[in-house]
C-alpha cells in the first residue's frame, strides 16, 4: 500500500533563510507525487508534481522538490522564506489504482518568522 | 472563471440532523472527490465519483452519503449516524481518475455540532 510520512510536524523559520520541508513514501510501484498548500481555512493549492520526468521539479512561489528514489524522499525546499509562504503544508502521493485517489501526509506547519 | 464552489464556507448542525454540503465544478472534470480533515490527520478520502450516475465509498464513508446526477455537482449529505461530523469538508476533481496530473480542491466548508 502507498503511503507518506511527513517527518514534521511543525518548521520554523526566519524570513529570508531557507526551508526543508521533509517527505518520506512508500509504494511499490513508480509514485506520482506532489507538495500541496494550504493558507488557514482555504482550500488545497497544488505547489509541484513529480510524474516520473524530471527528477528536480520546479513549483510556484520559488519552491521545488527531488524525487530521490533510492532514499525514498521527496523532499520539498525554498531558497529564501516569504512571510506569506506560512501555511500547511501536505505532501501526497497517488493511488495509482485508476481512481485518482490521493493519500496525504499528516501536513506540516510552516511558520515564517520576522 | 473556472473551479470548484463550496457552499456553505460554514455550517451548524444540530445532534440528529441531516445536513448536505454542496459542491459544484466548471472545469468539466469527469472525477469528484469529498474528502475530510481534522487537526493533525491530513486529509481522508470519504467518498469519490469517476463518473455520472457511479460513486464509491473511500476510507471513512460510514455515516455520509453523496449523489452524482449530473457531471458538474456531487453533494455530500453528512447523516446522522456520523457520531463525530465536526470537521473541515474538502471536495476536489481531476480531469479523469486514470489522468493523474492535478487535483483542484474548493474553500472547504466547515461543519459544527452544535
Known amino acids: 500500500a502507498q503511503s507518506v510520512t511527513q517527518l514534521d510536524s511543525h518548521v520554523s523559520v526566519s524570513e529570508g533563510t531557507p526551508v526543508l520541508l521533509r517527505c518520506n513514501y512508500s509504494?511499490?510501484?513508480?509514485?506520482?507525487l506532489f507538495w500541496y498548500v494550504q493558507h488557514p481555512n482555504k482550500g488545497l493549492q497544488l505547489l509541484l508534481k513529480y510524474t516520473s520526468a524530471a527528477t528536480l521539479v520546479k513549483g510556484i512561489n520559488g519552491f521545488e522538490a527531488e524525487f530521490k528514489k533510492s532514499e525514498t524522499s521527496f523532499h520539498l525546499t525554498k531558497p529564501s522564506a516569504h512571510m506569506s509562504d506560512a501555511a500547511e503544508y501536505f505532501c501526497?502521493?497517488?493511488?495509482?489504482?485508476?481512481?485518482?485517489?490521493?493519500?496525504f501526509g499528516q501536513g506540516t506547519t510552516l511558520q515564517v518568522k520576522p | 472563471d473556472g473551479g470548484i464552489t463550496q457552499s456553505p464556507k460554514y455550517l451548524f448542525r444540530k445532534e440528529g440532523q441531516n445536513v448536505t454540503l454542496s459542491c459544484e465544478q466548471n472545469l468539466n472534470h469527469d472525477a469528484m472527490y469529498w474528502y475530510r480533515q481534522d487537526p493533525g490527520q491530513g486529509l481522508r478520502l470519504i467518498y469519490y465519483?469517476?463518473?455520472?450516475?457511479?460513486?464509491q465509498k473511500g476510507d471513512i464513508a460510514e455515516g455520509y452519503s453523496v449523489s452524482r446526477e449530473k457531471k458538474e455537482s456531487f453533494p455530500l449529505t453528512v447523516t446522522s449516524a456520523q457520531k463525530n461530523p465536526t470537521a473541515f469538508y474538502l471536495c476536489?476533481?481531476?480531469?479523469?481518475?486514470?489522468?493523474?496530473?492535478?487535483?483542484?480542491f474548493g474553500q472547504g466548508t466547515r461543519l459544527t455540532v452544535v
Open positions: 476536489a476533481s481531476s480531469r479523469q481518475a486514470r489522468d493523474i496530473t492535478e487535483a483542484f
Open positions: 465519483s469517476q463518473i455520472v450516475n457511479d460513486f
Open positions: 509504494s511499490s510501484y513508480s509514485p506520482s
Open positions: 501526497v502521493v497517488s493511488d495509482n489504482s485508476n481512481t485518482g485517489k490521493l493519500i
